[in-house]
């Protein structure tokens, strides 16, 4: 699918912990009515049968509704439902060797946490960064973190679009004015809250409010 900069202004990441009798397809249903602009399904539990079921119905759910679906690591998996994209990070499949797998059209986000792996992953032929933990988080308690100053320069560097991820709420977007980044990656922020819809609108309203403030 076609995909650009402003497909990572309310990237949204999920996680099952927060589902509390509710089904993933439900909350991602929320959130893409409260504006989120694509969707990350990562998913470190469930079984391959269950995983498999699961991505397939999120997958039509995001394709209705025209936000890109990407899968966290699982490149075979990309590969065999047809998914828009791959997201890992360091530790997984190179993005060269994901890009030769997967072919040019699909979507691959890289995580990185330096200019240098910034500027490997964009030439290997990454479409989009993820950088951080830019705050503090308890989602992912072995994220390390990322400065201010090293997400700017890492925005700087590359000419691929950077999404933050880390800690991120409603209190801590305005901090993010001026770096550089193309929107921001949530996880709790939307799918621990309560009114997911409400809740995930006013994330994008105040990203939307953040970058107007300028890059």
């Not at 959130?31 to 997958?59: N, S």
């Not at 305005?174 to 009114?195: C, D, H, N, T, Y």
């Amino acid at each position: 699918m076609k995909f650009g900069k402003e497909d990572l202004l309310l990237y949204a990441v999920t996680d099952r912990r927060w589902l509390d009798g509710e089904t993933l397809y439900r909350q991602v249903e929320q959130a893409i009515a409260g504006g989120v602009t694509c969707v990350q399904l990562r998913e470190k539990e469930l079984d391959e049968a269950l995983f498999l079921a699961e991505a397939r119905e999120i997958q039509a759910l995001c394709r209705a509704r025209q936000v890109p679906f990407i899968i966290n690591d699982d490149v075979e998996l990309t590969q065999a439902i047809d998914a828009d994209g791959v997201h890992v990070g360091q530790k997984d499949m190179a993005a060269l060797d994901v890009r030769t797998k997967l072919g040019p059209d699909k979507i691959i986000g890289v995580s990185a946490r330096t200019v240098e792996q910034a500027l490997l992953a964009e030439k290997q032929g990454a479409d989009y960064l993820g950088v951080g933990a830019v705050f503090p988080t308890g989602t992912k308690l072995d994220a390390s973190g990322v400065t201010y100053e090293t997400l700017s320069a890492i925005c700087r560097a590359v000419s691929i679009p950077v999404v933050a991820i880390g800690g991120i709420d409603l209190e801590k977007i305005p901090r993010l004015a001026k770096s550089g980044i193309a929107g921001v990656a949530v996880v709790s922020g939307i799918f621990a809250q309560k009114e997911i819809t409400s809740a995930t609108n006013a994330l994008r309203e105040c990203v939307e409010a953040m970058l107007e403030v300028g890059q």
